[in-house]
């Protein structure tokens, strides 16, 4: 069998579980707009969107430097160094609860942050209601970020698919209770949809904390709890590749979180159909996102066995599957036209819910014209992160969103009078420009190139 062949096979076997798992996580926030869009309120679903921004902006910043283990786990892994395996998830804890310290902070004002990005003052009261209700909810949900990118490291996955399944119908039923007054709850709307997204990241870190206990997954992979978890030099180490992986992931993240703001200058109806559009190609990214993770964990483990040439081989299948699955997804887009927006909302005769689909309508070509290079720029990330190379994807994101276009859609959206339209074609063209320059710099340094990363990471800290 050739070394394609067998990585194919690899990527596909640690792709599929973590795909549906992303999948699962995803659909979480399409089932809160989706009940957020029953209230048949614009400037809830509005509200709703705009606070999704600092929260997702924020939250991705922080889930970015725990992602700093991921390389560590994954060489060593490979390697079959058990110590510094435990160690990178120990550290990887510590910083979580460090890091939900600053999220926390930085949520409770999130109406002040919303009023400066030019928000009307009923969007601001309702995004502000919507974010503070889920900030008991930071912590819990960075600390099972950093146990599931230890067992993904290792290629444990099922638990994490169970896990995220039963957090799914958690998610359905609080929604249910808390937005609607059912169970004997009060109808408390969008502050009732902000609990229930709290209520369920708890409920993920508590189902995953019992699986692993309870089914020994630790088992000959784990050292007890020491001063070693706090040295200073072993978090120093996590933080050299999770803090450009956070600053990558910022930059991707807010600039979609800009082209949120832009849209909710454009009024509710805009935002709203922003919202629908986003959270749809939200959730095709899922799946080349979770062959990201699987290019990351194969490559990290392929480098610390100190095969090289294979980790090549499985970065040049990730990018074609990446490529291959986000094809589909355009034509699925494509082909749906206003029957998915319509999902979003309840009764769609009265009021300017009609003219909220037809927005979105209009910009979903635009969300299937970038798809393919979506696919692309995550795998290329996730290739880089596997290698231990987290400062190239940063600069590329900055040069391609914030230099190139980001501006450019601003002129489109504003001086050209594009409109929504002027919004999704900037975004559009950042993914093509990150997607090509990642291609690039991974065919010169990826994994088997003599100017590459080394085959394994420095143990020193450990």
Partial sequence: MSAIRRETTALGRLAVPIVLANLGTMAMGMVDLMMIGRLNDAQAMAGAAVANTWVHGTLMFAMGVVFGIDPIVTHSHGAGDVRRSALALQRGLVIAGLVSVLVMLLWTFSGEFLSLAGQDEGTVAVGATYTRSQIFSVAPFLLFIALRQYLQGRGVLAPILAVVVVANLANVLFNWALIFGNLGCPALGVRGAGIATGATRVVMLLGLVAVVRFGNLTEGAWVPWSRAAAKLSGLREVLRYGLPTALQMSLEVWAFGCATLMAGTLGDEAVSAHSVVLSLAAMAFMVPMGISAAACTRIGNLLGEGRPERARAASLVAFVMGAGVMSLSAVVLLATGTAIPALFFGDVAEGSLPEVIALAASIIPIAAAFQIFDGIQVVGCGILRGQGQTLPAAAINLIGYWVLALPIGWWMTFRLDMGLRGV????????????????????????????GAPASLDAKSA
């Fill in 424 to 451: 999704w074609w900037g975004l559009a063209l950042a993914l093509s420009l990150v997607a090509v320059a990642l291609v690039l710099y991974v065919r010169a340094r990826g994994p088997g190139c003599a100017t």
